[in-house]
């Protein structure tokens, strides 16, 4: 039993509804189901008096007891008096001497012979046999027994003609035979409940409980009035168990993805972009990377079937690019020597990786000064493991500027990490193709070196063809790494897991 002391608390955290639930009870005797409720206890709905139950049994104050029972009824009672398809072609069997020829049933019953045969042989009631020198039905003993009495599915359908079948009144074979009849039987749960009054939940109802008009907050209206003389307000528990709420969120990528252009954008730098399907011309040799690098071989990239090449339109950049290959052109370089292959540079692919968004802007933003970025999809042959993917995306950008140096790229790498949170990185000296120098950023994660991706100043020979002669300083960083680092996520598999579950304990709003 709950002691005085207590139960004079238990009684002040009740709510308006809960009270007049406890009294409502003890008046019907200490017990009742929701509809006594709404009729002798003034509640309006159902839902308002389990609320309120729900909370007493949570105190002792009360307990609930529910019965659930299974009805079976028919979805059409009108369609279900004319009977089922096999009487009516046991009916027209027997009229027709026991035997009929399946045209002649089909004349009968039309649209329905098909089910009644089906029926029939399920049933063995009829077997197929040659009738009047085609195919035919010919009655069995079992039909000729069956005639003059019902089916076992035939008698449960007369039942729930007259009203809904509980289920342990029913034979589960029937039912499942009927439920295979489409949409002519239905099932129906009818739950019982009732609330009743434990030994503390009637001393509760009979220590004199005062109903009082409750508020749950202070507005203007009820201070101005003088409302708040009359009435009572609700006391709230901050101990009570509350469910966890989740508020909508967006995906770590998504969120990162915001993150990263505002700070780009809060910097002065324009968003770009540009297709996946891309000809190797733009991926690979306009970015000055030989027609024999490892990178065009068959295990790196995703070559396309359809189409297999894309045309190269600009003759007079192609025989830049191809002079640049061959010979260097007039850059002052010696190029890569042999024979350029307009047929390679054509080959059709996914991109390999962003800097081709560069290279397509470089082109048509020439002039100092520039400033760019873009978040990138590209392909390529990985293995997948915990940080490896065949598709991901690179955080690509370029600065055009007449004083643009390794420095400046440096600083530029240190400030985009530092904003994202954090400054301790690692560049070192690389080797890039197109970007003279090269370096490459990691960051310790996971008790290892994670790369991050790499920069460096775009060679003369990338922006020769394009007449650019300021200095270009370009980078890619990898997006879902980041993302791996800023959520101590330790598989880069789990950001593409649809798991709701992780999303709502997630931290990312």
Known sequence: MVSKMDMKELLEGLSYNEKRLLLALDKNGGR????DMIEKGGFGLEVEVMGSASWLASQGLAEISEDSTKYFELTDVEESRKGLPERRALTALDSNGGSMTLTALASAMPGEDNIAVGWLMRKKLATMQEVSGEKGLVLTDLGKQTLGKQMPDEELIARMIEAPVEEKDADPKVVKDLKGRKGMIKETVVTKREIALTADGTAAARSGIEIREELTEVTDEVIQSGKWKDVEFRKYDVQTFAPA????????????????????????????????VQNAFWNMDTLFIPQDHPARDMQDTFFLDNPQTIPLDDRELVAKIKAIHENGGDTGSTGWGGTWS???AAQAILRTHSTVSS?????????????????????????????HLPEFSQIEGIVIDENAN????????????????FDKI??????????????ELEVFFNGKWLELG????????????FGVKTPVLAWGFGFERLAMLKWNITDIRDLYISDLDSLKKSTVY
């Open 32 to 35: 009742g189901s929701p509809a």
């Open 245 to 276: 709420a989740y508020p909508a969120k967006k995906n770590p990528l998504t969120r990162l993805g915001n993150e990263v252009r505002r700070l780009f954008t809060d910097m002065g730098f324009t968003e770009m972009s540009s297709e996946y």
């Open 342 to 344: 307009e047929e390679k």
């Open 359 to 387: 290279i397509k802007y470089i082109a048509e933003h020439p002039d100092a000064p520039q400033k760019a970025f873009s978040i990138s999809r590209i392909f390529r042959k990985e293995s997948i493991d915990a940080t």
């Open 406 to 421: 390794l420095d400046m790229l440096i600083s530029l790498i240190r400030e985009f990490y530092a904003r994202m949170g």
């Open 426 to 439: 690692n560049v070192r000296p690389s080797y890039f193709p197109y970007t003279e120098p090269s370096l």
């Open 454 to 465: 790499g920069a460096g100043v775009f060679r003369p020979e990338v922006l020769a063809p």
